[in-house]
């Protein structure tokens, strides 16, 4: 296993010094930011779809249904997964120098399909206890048809990058008098109370009062 | 222009209730939310990077450093670009059940490239007119080299679908006696404090309070 996740095909060709190729970099935005999109290509046509995301080891894993195209039905194995977040909104004196503050993980490569049927329940149990630690054990368990419905696929980390921007606006010296308003807009994504249905019986789970209060 | 946007290419092949073609939906998730993710394909792998869109009439637009892989470099014009949100998490009695709250918009076609200078400049002061109106008068001209350096791509909005997933967990009757917690987790991006530069002299601009309490 390669230390470094930069290839020929997941080296930034622009803006390096927003790069990161580590492992430890990569690992950390995929495992605090789980909704990600996917891409393939499908008769030529790249399609994009959003998805949800889990790391364990070396492999980043998605699921989806078995009928659904994330599951076959592309060109070829070929697929990227994109995780990012967005943490501001960059208001330079300039529109030039006007960004994002954001990071974002992509990764590229070959997609494996998991079709054991053990393997594929410890894989969604282990995207369970990311989210919702000790939740997994209290839900029946998973039927047959369930699980061959359910299409667990996996993508080696071997090919990717990370990129982050951080900060106020970087912009020329003699653009800080223009008379505009100049910082940034802090974005972040928040947990709401949960809401339990009309069905629910039981008191709140610990795992959503700990995503509510993450950093 | 047709009323739909179904096309053999855009038309769901699984959960069609979830799905939306009418212009209307389309434009409404267009224009609320300019975070975006655009995939192309590159030596026959797809790339998905996010980056912020924004919709003029019957065309969504995008920009980009003119020596970007999203201004040229694909092995054709083929693009996708999914603009979506999560409203939350669904948290039903099994695992199968589990699901995401959300809305998203998939539009797929050829991107065009616009070179004309004065409709590039239109074209980027639509996009600050759509998430700071007023704010792109009181900046600095843009340069010509900077309006050089700056691709803005289009593709028209002709095959495309949007998918909505809304409410409580959908579930078997038989499943609800499971004693675990069932509902929804609500997510939402949040605006938080402007936080000014340490060169700024100007007061904070309506536009920004604006889009702090927006619904």
New interface residues.
């Given amino acids: 296993m390669n230390d470094t996740l930069m290839t020929d ?1 997941s080296r930034l ?2 803006e390096h010094h927003k790069g990161h190729y580590d492992r430890e970099t990569v690992y950390r935005i995929l495992d605090e930011n789980p ?1 990600c ?5 499908q008769q ?7 998805t ?1 995301q889990w790391r364990v080891g070396d492999m980043v894993y998605w699921h989806g ?1 078995s ?3 994330i599951a076959h ?1 592309s060109d ?1 194995a ?5 995780a ?1 977040r ?1 943490d ?2 960059v ?1 330079a ?4 120098e006007h960004t ?1 503050n ?1 990071e ?1 993980v ?1 990764v ?1 490569g070959e997609a494996q399909r998991f079709e054991d049927t053990a393997q594929k329940t410890a894989l ?1 149990e282990s995207f ?1 206890d990311h ?2 630690p000790g ?2 054990d ?3 368990a ?2 047959a048809s ?1 699980l061959k ?2 299409a667990v696929m996996g993508l080696p980390l071997h090919s990717a990058s990370a990129k982050i921007r951080r900060g ?2 970087n912009e020329p010296e003699e ?2 008098a ?28 610990g795992y ?1 009062a700990r ?2 209060t993450k950093p």
């Fill in positions: 095909e060709r622009r909704f999109h996917l891409a393939f290509v030529g046509q790249p399609v994009v779809i959003p949800m249904s009928k659904s195209r039905g070829s070929k697929v990227c997964l994109t990012s967005i501001g909104l208001l004196r300039s529109a030039f994002v954001f974002s992509v590229i969604l369970f989210l919702f939740r997994w209290a839900l029946r998973m039927t369930e419905a359910t106020p606006p653009d800080r223009t008379p505009v308003w100049g910082g940034v807009l802090p974005i972040a994504m928040q947990f709401g109370k949960p809401l339990p249905d009309e069905f629910n019986q039981m008191p709140e789970p959503l995503l509510r």
